[in-house]
């Protein structure tokens, strides 16, 4: 899904590479064997070379860079590293944050584009197999600031020594898709500052899909997972898990369509719900896990058979989806099936609607049906 909908983010070759030789950073341009930057200075060379490019890659070879100063992307530019095969492993490009502070000098990574849409070419900032870790205390690791469009793939925040606010910040953006990320808070959380891992507040539309919101247990007062402030319009869960939390999920004085599908909730020592409803607005739909009798999945088939008895031309078939399915296919299965008949369907039961009715008989209509609601 996330594959045909951002094609840039892989097919594009990087245009620059940065790596780190002893105590320098280096930039390569594409198949340039000599740098075009060299410092000792992570943040500087980063920074410089994304306000050199206008758009593309920029590839960081496994690696630990010490970033001191903030560092802000404001044009469509995909930061790409890569990942060890077990999450949680200090393998891979490893961003260490030295910023310090409670205001923004305090934050680690800026994203703040924007731009007219549509484009020519659908462009974005994205953030791609990469792992955070926050070395002093400071504000926000990640800040996504007034952008249009913005995608975190398989990015990782942990082995964090604290922060004021939250790992995560998402505010004022038009979409942010958040997919195999991992967020987690594993440290005593002082009681005068915010306690969530991920802060969202005003915006159009926020997509989680498989991504792990947790902290490693055993704090005395853990934290909430994600915060769903003011003006927030859409904001879906689909496949997370949350681990060790207060509240996995915190709606707070929102506007929100919050939505959550097969989703995950380990370790719920405190016994609360997926979602704080308390002072919701809008709609919370919680659909359960694949081990839980609540949960439904969004898409569902198989045969339906009825008895007919010559007068009854409607019969309803419950397809168990959560919403009403934006695709339903019906085809006879038996011969007392056949004739003209259209069908509908609803938040629960497909109906199919015979012109003429079926004649009578015993587990005489059969009805293979298939149905499936889309998320996106």
């Not at 000792?40 to 070879?61: E, K, P």
């Not at 305090?106 to 659908?122: K, M, N, V």
């Not at 967020?183 to 915010?194: C, H, L, S, W």
């Amino acid at each position: 899904m996330i594959r045909r909908q951002f094609p840039e983010l892989y097919r594009f070759a990087p245009s620059i590479v940065i790596g780190k030789d002893g105590s320098y950073y280096y930039a390569l341009e594409r198949r340039s064997k000599y740098p075009i930057k060299r410092t000792r200075n992570a943040s500087y060379l980063i920074q410089s070379i994304i306000d050199d490019t206008d758009c593309g890659m920029i590839y960081f070879t496994p690696g630990q860079y010490d970033l001191y100063e903030r560092v802000e992307i404001d044009r469509p530019v995909i930061l790409r590293g890569e990942l060890g095969n077990v999450v949680g492993q200090d393998v891979g490009t490893i961003f260490n944050l030295y910023m310090e502070g409670t205001d923004e000098e305090g934050d680690g990574l800026w994203i703040t584009y924007s731009a007219d849409l549509p484009t020519p070419r659908l462009r974005f900032p994205a953030l791609s197999n990469i792992i955070l870790r926050r070395k002093k205390v400071g504000r926000y690791s990640i800040f996504v600031h007034k952008s249009n469009i913005v995608l975190l793939d398989r990015v990782q925040v942990y082995n964090s020594v604290g922060g004021v606010y939250s790992e995560v910040c998402l505010y004022h953006c038009d979409a942010v898709f958040i997919r195999h990320c991992y967020f987690m808070k594993n440290y005593e959380i002082p009681t005068a500052v915010q306690r969530y891992i991920v802060y969202i507040s005003v915006g159009l539309e926020y997509f989680f899909l498989d991504t792990h919101i947790a902290t490693p247990g055993g704090l005395s007062e853990p934290p909430n997972g994600v915060y769903i402030g003011t003006g927030a319009k859409i904001v879906r869960f689909i496949g997370c898990e949350f681990d060790s939390l207060y509240y996995p999920i915190h709606v707070y004085h929102a506007d929100s369509n919050v939505v959550t599908v097969a989703c995950k909730f380990y370790n719920n020592v405190y016994n609360r719900p997926l979602v704080s409803v308390g002072k919701l607005f809008g709609t919370w739909i919680d659909y359960g896990t694949p081990d839980s009798p609540a949960f439904r999945p969004n898409k569902n088939g198989g045969k339906a058979t009825f008895s007919g008895d010559g007068t009854t031309t409607q019969f309803t078939i419950p397809h168990n989806l959560p919403l009403t399915p934006s695709t339903v296919y019906v085809i006879p299965a038996s011969p007392d099936a056949r004739g003209n008949f259209h069908v509908t369907a609803d938040s629960s039961n497909i109906y199919v609607n015979y012109e003429t009715a079926p004649p009578s008989g015993t587990d005489n209509v059969e009805l293979w049906w298939y149905a499936e609601v889309q998320f996106l």
